[in-house]
């Protein structure tokens, strides 16, 4: 059966510092992999995704996700992290052929002063 | 540009009472239409899913129902309410690449149940 692992609950990172969000899925298939963020009693918002080619992949607000098939990943990556990044963040898996959306259960990202 | 809409923004509500909340879409015609729930720490949830006009795909069995009156148009509904039903409720479109578009969300509905 397909799904998506997100590993961290919870992570905390200082202002400034580098940032990688894990994602792990599970599909017969080449997947459609996703990021949103979600902050606070909003809906989700797109950061980024991957269909086909260049496996590193670039987004809005600095993110960037590389997918690796060997290891079955799609690992969310920023280099400096602002306050405004702390929010929840989602991976989600598209299943070819199916009109379906599989998402991790979120990371919650905290970012201290 | 396509937005959505979904309302109310918030909703309390004793048990056994009814319930409907809508979602609609703007500037795109034939969407894949979605609801989910989503409860603390659980992610989401994908309850229904709706590929055109009366085409409804349940998810997860329980007392709620979705209703797609018109093309743009998606109402989550139930007969009556539980404890467990309490949440935030998120509507999302798509187009019409299956698995392969972007979903665009909802502000969401927080639904809570006394």
């Known amino acids: 059966a397909q799904s998506v692992t997100q590993p961290d609950i919870h992570i905390t990172v200082s202002e400034g510092a580098s940032l990688e969000l894990r994602c792990n899925y599970s599909?017969?298939?080449?997947?459609?992999l996703f990021w949103y963020v979600q902050s606070p009693g909003q809906g989700l918002q797109l950061l980024l995704k991957?269909?086909?080619?260049?496996?590193l992949v670039q987004g809005i607000k600095g993110f960037e996700a590389e997918f690796k098939r060997s290891q079955s990943s799609f690992n969310l990556r920023k280099p400096s992290v602002h306050w405004s990044d702390a929010a929840e963040y989602f991976c989600?898996?598209?299943?070819?052929?199916?009109?379906?959306?599989?998402f991790g259960t979120g990371t919650r990202l905290k970012v201290l002063a | 540009s396509q937005t959505i809409h979904q309302w109310p923004a918030t909703l309390v509500q004793p048990v056994g009472s009814p319930l409907s909340l809508e979602c609609t879409v703007e500037?795109?015609?034939?969407?894949?239409l979605y609801w989910y729930r989503q409860a603390a720490g659980r992610g989401l949830q994908l309850l229904f899913y709706?590929?055109?006009?009366?085409?409804i795909s349940s998810e997860v069995p329980q007392n709620l129902s979705a209703s797609r009156p018109q093309d743009r148009q998606f109402i989550l509904s139930s007969k009556k309410l539980l404890l467990s039903d309490s949440g935030f409720y998120l509507c999302?479109?798509?187009?019409?690449?299956?698995?392969?578009?972007?979903?665009?969300f909802g502000p969401g509905t927080r639904l809570t149940v006394l």
């Open positions: 500037g795109t015609s034939n969407p894949n």
């Open positions: 989600a898996v598209g299943a070819s052929g199916t009109y379906k959306y599989i």
């Open positions: 999302a479109w798509s187009g019409g690449l299956a698995g392969g578009d972007t979903q665009y």
């Open positions: 709706s590929v055109g006009i009366g085409q």
């Open positions: 991957y269909f086909s080619g260049d496996t």
């Open positions: 599909y017969g298939a080449t997947p459609y």
